[in-house]
C-alpha cells in the first residue's frame, strides 16, 4: 500500500481557499502532524477538533458541519497515511490482500479521493481486528451499576461519563457559548487568542489568557 503525504493535500486545499479558512487549515495540518509524531493513530474528529479548538482554529463543533468537508479530508488523509506507516513496520498482510490495495490506490490519481479511498480501506482492517478481539473472548461481563455525573454521547458513538459539579440551565449555557462564539467576537471588532485570551481591536487583553478555553471546559461538562 503506497503512504499519501497530507502536506500535498494541505498544501492544494490552502491554495484555494480565504486567508481565514487557510488559518484555520494550518491550524489542523499542526495539530494533525503532532499526533503523528507522537505516534498516535487517533484521528478521530473529536480528538483533532478539540485540539484545534483550544488552539484557536476549527471547533469541533464546526468539524461536524457539513461545511467542513475539506478539513474531513485532511484529517483523513493524515489517519491514512499515519495508519500505512504502521503497517510498513508491522508483519506482511497475507498476499492476497496486499496488491490488490496497493494497486486500488495507485491507480487513482486525484489525491483528495485517493485519501478517502485509503482511508476506508485503512478502517475496513481497523473492524476486521475489532471483530477477531471480540471473537476471542469467552465472556462478556456488562456493568449495570449507575455511574455518577451524567453520560455523553459523541458523533462517533463514544460513551463519555462527565463528572462536573456545574449546573447550568439551557439559558445560561447559551450566554457562556455566545459569549466566546466567533460571530459575537467580530461584531464587537474582539479576536480570540491563541491561548484563549479575548483581545479587542487594538489588540489589548480585554480577558486574560484561558478566558474562553475555561469557558469551554464549562460548556462541556
Keep these: 500500500m503506497t503512504a499519501i503525504d497530507p ?11 480565504r486567508p481565514q479558512k487557510q488559518h484555520n487549515l494550518q491550524i489542523m495540518q499542526e495539530v494533525c502532524a503532532e499526533l503523528h509524531r507522537l505516534g498516535s493513530r487517533d484521528f478521530s474528529l473529536s480528538t483533532v477538533g478539540m485540539m484545534s479548538q483550544e488552539r484557536g482554529g476549527l471547533s469541533k463543533r464546526a468539524l461536524y458541519n457539513s461545511t467542513s468537508q475539506d478539513f474531513k479530508t485532511l484529517i483523513r488523509s493524515w489517519a491514512t497515511f499515519a495508519t500505512i506507516g504502521t503497517q510498513r513496520t508491522s508483519e506482511r498482510k497475507s498476499r492476497d490482500s496486499i496488491p490488490d490495495d496497493r494497486n486500488l490506490l495507485l491507480n487513482i490519481s ?6 478517502l479511498v485509503g482511508y476506508v480501506i485503512a ?3 481497523r473492524l476486521r481486528g475489532e471483530v477477531k478481539l471480540l471473537r476471542s473472548q469467552a465472556s462478556v461481563v456488562i456493568d449495570r451499576r449507575v455511574l455518577p455525573g451524567h453520560i455523553n454521547i459523541t458523533a462517533e458513538g463514544q460513551v463519555i461519563q462527565v463528572m462536573s459539579s456545574v449546573d447550568l440551565s439551557d439559558t445560561e449555557r447559551q450566554a457562556l457559548d455566545l459569549a466566546i462564539s466567533r460571530e459575537f467576537l467580530e461584531q464587537e471588532g474582539w479576536t480570540e487568542g491563541k491561548n484563549g485570551e479575548i483581545l479587542n481591536s487594538r489588540g489589548r487583553k480585554i480577558f486574560d489568557i484561558g478566558f474562553a478555553n475555561a ?7
Design 215 to 221: 469557558i469551554r471546559k464549562v460548556l462541556m461538562s
Design 110 to 115: 486525484d489525491p483528495a479521493m485517493r485519501a
Design 7 to 17: 502536506t500535498q493535500l494541505f498544501d492544494a486545499l490552502c491554495a484555494e481557499s
Design 123 to 125: 478502517d475496513r482492517d
